[in-house]
């Protein structure tokens, strides 16, 4: 059997309908931003492969970090015991949130989530509050885990698990326009219930659409919920690592967030790991000579030393001066194709927010991530060896930093292109 046949005989893959799916792309190898395939064909990767590649794939640095620290301590159990690399984590990272003290680890975005919620719910609830109303932006993603679906928009993915998801109140996204219908309905909903806490993804909403929206509305959302002690949660899973421009979408608010999840570009893109991290005060709500105030969490992989390895490695790049310079290149350089498009008549609302561009490929038929313009434009840009993944209608790119101006070159033109050649 060849790998293809044997990978229909064995594997169930993600987010994909087995049955109508045709066959999956072999990948042999990557190197920067270039996945290769069997044949050795080089695909560009503009969507970091799913969002978690920020230095590019396969890199030497981040690879030799991770051998050494696998000859060193692979792992090790995380309650009663610690590392050096989880401690010196925590150390680097919170340099960058300043507002926030304290790191806890778990192995992927859905996770850190229900971490970031549970956390919530019991600082209300050890300081003998009945606070339990959680709210959420329409249209977020926060995960597949089912405290995660519940804080998620309602998109018609969930709908098996609808039933057993708990109650949540969501307020309008504030995208440009909409802000007033937003913060007003945060305030009924703020002198109605007792409010437990508010998750967002700051600015950017990625799988809901690659919607956008600017940092003054977001800090008013938290200027209000702060003055009655809701729990503000920042789910940067995909925002961090400098995707919006600075190292975390919150570095452009004036506010800070309570909480903050992060996970995809933790790790560089190389091994799962997350951490919800928080301030002083969620966390003194914890401690107690009362066992049952404890956070009774944890997972078999918390705090994996070759994750925190690679996630060093990874923060090391960044704080080499090359790495700023390629995303200041990215952002500048999508700048100049988003003015190039923004008149284009088959295109609407093209935005950008750091090394994130989207837009709206217009169609006739509703807007949803069914849309099968969604298939076509895949197939037309796998068809160029170009990997992006329209969410929908919506085409965005989020490349590896060490993309290439000529590769970049090559995903504008198959999007120039698409626009004359799909409708
Ligand atoms: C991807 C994503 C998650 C879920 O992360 P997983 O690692 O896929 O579980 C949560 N929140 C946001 C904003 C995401 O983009």
Redesign the pocket.
């Known amino acids: 059997m060849t790998w293809i046949e044997k990978d229909r005989k064995y594997i169930w893959h993600p987010f994909t309908q087995m049955k109508t799916a045709g066959p999956p792309i072999l990948i042999k190898r990557a190197s920067g931003a270039l996945i290769y395939d069997e044949h050795d064909n080089p695909i560009i990767d503009a969507v970091s492969s799913?969002?978690?590649n920020v230095h590019g794939h396969a890199h030497p640095y981040i690879a030799n970090k991770i051998h050494q620290q696998l000859l060193t301590l692979e792992h090790v159990i995380f309650a009663g015991f610690t590392h050096p690399p989880a401690i010196e984590l925590g150390e680097r990272l919170l340099s960058y949130l300043p507002h926030l003290s304290k790191i806890f680890f778990s192995?992927?975005?859905?996770?850190?989530?229900e971490v970031g919620l549970k956390m919530a719910l019991q600082y209300h609830y050890n300081l003998g509050r009945e606070k339990t109303t959680i709210i959420a932006f329409e249209n977020?993603?926060?995960?597949?885990?089912f405290g995660?679906m519940s804080v998620g928009g309602d998109d018609g993915f969930n709908d098996p698990f609808k039933k057993l998801m708990f109650d949540i109140k969501r307020i309008p996204t504030p995208v440009p326009g909409k802000e007033s219908e937003c913060l007003s309905k945060l305030d009924s909903i703020l002198e109605q219930e007792d409010v437990c806490c508010i998750i967002f993804?700051p600015l950017v909403?990625?799988?809901g659409g690659m919607v956008m929206y600017p940092p003054g509305v977001l800090d008013e959302i938290i200027r209000k919920c702060k003055e009655k002690d809701v729990v503000c949660i920042a789910?940067?899973?995909?925002?961090g690592f400098y995707r919006t421009g600075k190292m975390f979408a919150q570095n452009h608010l004036a506010e800070t967030p309570d909480i903050t999840?992060m996970?995809?570009g933790l790790t560089g893109g190389t091994l799962?790991l997350?951490l919800t991290c928080c301030t002083q005060k969620i966390y003194d709500a914890f401690l107690s000579d009362d066992k049952s105030k404890t956070f009774f969490h944890g997972h078999s992989f918390t705090g994996n030393p070759i994750g925190c390895a690679a996630s060093l490695a990874s923060l090391d790049l960044f704080e080499q001066e090359n790495t700023l310079d390629n995303i200041k290149r990215v952002i500048e350089s999508h700048e100049k194709f988003r003015k190039e498009i923004e008149d284009h008549p088959k295109l609407e609302n093209v935005r950008q927010q750091g090394t994130i561009i989207a837009m709206d490929f217009k169609t006739s038929s509703p807007t949803s991530y069914f849309n099968n313009i969604r298939d076509r434009l895949y197939d037309y840009f796998m068809d160029k060896n170009i990997l992006l993944r329209p969410l929908g209608n919506v085409v965005y790119i989020m490349p590896p930093y060490c993309i290439t101006d000529k590769q970049l070159e090559k995903v504008y033109q198959a999007i120039l292109n698409a626009l004359n050649e799909i409708d």
Not at 107 to 113: E, I, Q, Y
Not at 140 to 145: E, K, Q, R, V
């Open positions: 799913w969002w978690v192995d992927n975005g859905s996770t850190a989530v977020a993603y926060h995960g597949d885990t995660a993804e909403q990625g799988a789910d940067e899973v995909m925002t999840c996970s995809k799962p997350s």
